[in-house]
């Protein structure tokens, strides 16, 4: 297995079969890599939805998308097409809303386009070691607010069974607290945990400073110099660490169709 490593975060991996990993080493191999770049990217891997969850299956529990889609279901499928346009251009973490995020995810290229429809991940430990001593003393004194509805609620509002997955919402995924700056729980480093999908507050701070503190964090988030950027072909398979970084879907090649598939990890209680 050769790791390439790319910028702050993010490395090439080659060099290796996903389909038939030889074993724990490989898997443990894979899993201290993650670790280390938090985003990896292997080339002509091609493998079936099965295979996909099998894979993901060796680093940890599935985690099964409790919204995405109107059906519950531990792979899944995301096309955007003519009829169904591209709209995830935001930079964000997947599912803080709730008690345990997902941890990892796997995600693999299907149909891509000719140009366009890149991914960028951004590097939130960077981001946060990036800040003066007085600023990350007092993030580590914060909890946020996260609530899956803040995002899922206009979603809803445009599915034929919208209103009543809000209230299965509603009742099962309550907003909850995580702290503002959580630690890994492989490397023990700190990383700023907050996204605009799901964050809704800063607990503690009136209205108007949340949003500036917000407003402030995500911008440096989104800095360039903390960023990685795929280039898609079918048969890539990305892999990352959704505690500690962010992502954002390019959407520039509509009417173009993009079809992925992805599988997750469960992950664990914030700290
Ligand atoms: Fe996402």
Known sequence: ????????????????????????????????????????????????????????????PPF???????????????????????????????????EEPPALFFLEGVIIPDSGGDTIWSCNETA???????????LNTLNCKHSLLYYYEPIFSKWEHGQE???????????????????????????????????ESVEGLKEDESKALLSFLYGVIEKPEFCVRLKWESGTIAVWDNRCTSHYAVADYYPETRRLQRAAVAGEKVS
């Open 1 to 60: 297995m050769n790791i390439k490593p790319l910028n702050v975060l993010g490395a090439e991996v080659s060099n290796v079969d996903l389909k038939a990993l030889s074993g724990r080493n490989s898997v443990q191999e894979i899993q201290d890599a993650i670790d280390k770049y938090k985003v990896l990217f292997f080339r002509d891997q091609n493998l079936d939805g099965d295979e996909l969850t099998n894979l993901a299956k060796e680093f940890g």
């Open 64 to 98: 099964v998308q409790p919204a995405l889609s109107e059906k519950y279901q531990d792979l899944l499928v995301i096309e955007t097409n003519s009829e169904k346009p591209p709209y995830l251009n935001t930079f964000h973490q997947d599912m803080t809303g709730l």
């Open 128 to 138: 946060y070691e990036s800040l003066s001593t007085s600023m990350k003393e007092f």
């Open 165 to 199: 997955k809000k209230l299965e919402f509603q009742k099962d995924f309550p907003p909850i607290s995580h702290p503002l700056v959580r630690t890994h729980p492989h490397t023990g480093k700190k990383c700023l945990f907050v996204n605009k999908f799901f964050t």
